[in-house]
């Protein structure tokens, strides 16, 4: 069962999180924290059973009694769970915390469930856009992947979101130009090149020939990788701004939190008891 649902996500174990981490495991964006009524409702004699886990792993690393891990009933204290959202590619995690203590040993003890993101067909075209960034966003390495042309629409989309007017060209006959940007009255020619190559030079030229042929002053080459020695020195002199995989990326993110509308409902999640445990000693008595 477990192989038929997992073949389509990312493998759940690189997805475990701790509860301390305010940051999303796979944009490392900062995570919004709200809480919420809902709760694991986990009971102390539950809390017990799912302690012992680590009560072994302890006493085999550190020779410690079974009376350091002796938990009291009486000190059973919970927070409040919290939700946590990534507002760039949606990720989530729904946290808990519970307070026990032993003679010897203060210990926080949590339970969290967080999404597991599934995989995608970047190369297909009908994939939609909205998907499409989301997913990049969380997997950017697989940038590589993705169709050319779907590359360019992608390109477009988020410059929609930086307020230009945004239209791609006809595939393989854009006659260097990918994608024509309008903003106030001003027209940007792109190109496009979803690249693991260095961009050389001889590109950066034939561009700016694509630009005076269109009557267009102003470019900007995009690449998903890097630029050749010479590339920024040339496109600096006619005004061709570059844009390399890290900074798209950059763009990407900041485009996402633009268009970000997020609502999550954690009611079935955490009423599902989906969650993962663990716990952490704090200062010694």
């Given at each position: ?59 085999s ?6 009376e ?15 939700l ?31 999404g ?17 960034r ?7 390495e ?16 988020v410059?929609?979101?930086?307020g ?34 260095k ?50 990326y ?23 008891r ?12």
């Amino acid at each position: 069962m477990q192989k038929t649902i997992y073949n389509t996500y990312k493998n759940p174990k690189y997805s475990t999180d701790h509860p301390h981490n305010q940051e999303c495991i796979y944009c490392g964006n900062a995570l919004t924290f709200n809480y919420i009524d809902s709760t694991f409702n986990i009971s102390f004699e539950e809390l017990k059973l799912d302690f012992r886990s680590y009560v072994r792993n302890m006493q085999s690393v550190h020779g410690l009694d079974d009376e350091y891990f002796a938990l009291r009933q009486n000190s059973f204290e919970k927070e409040n769970a919290y939700l946590g959202q990534c507002m760039i590619c949606g990720w989530w995690k729904i946290s808990q915390l519970y307070y026990t203590d032993s003679d010897w040993q203060l210990w926080q003890n949590f339970y969290e469930c967080c999404g597991v993101i599934k995989n995608l067909d970047v190369a297909d075209l009908s994939t939609p856009m909205s998907v499409l960034r989301s997913y990049l966003v969380a997997r950017y390495e697989e940038r590589w992947s993705i169709h050319p042309y779907k590359f360019e629409q992608l390109i477009a989309d988020v410059f929609r979101d930086f307020g230009y007017s945004a239209v791609c060209t006809a595939y393989s006959r854009d006659a260097g130009i990918d994608v024509f940007l309008i903003k106030d009255k001003n027209i940007i020619g792109v190109q496009v090149k979803r690249y693991r190559n260095k961009i050389k030079i001889e590109q950066i030229r034939a561009f700016l020939g694509a630009l005076l042929v269109n009557n267009i002053n102003q470019g900007i080459f995009i690449s998903t990788g890097e630029y050749q020695a010479g590339c920024h020195s040339l496109s600096k002199r006619f005004g061709i701004e570059l844009v390399n995989g890290k900074d798209f990326y950059q763009r990407l993110k900041e485009a996402q939190l633009i268009q970000s509308n997020i609502d999550f409902s954690p009611k079935r999640i955490i009423n599902s008891r989906l969650y993962y445990t663990g716990s952490c000693h704090m200062n010694s008595l």
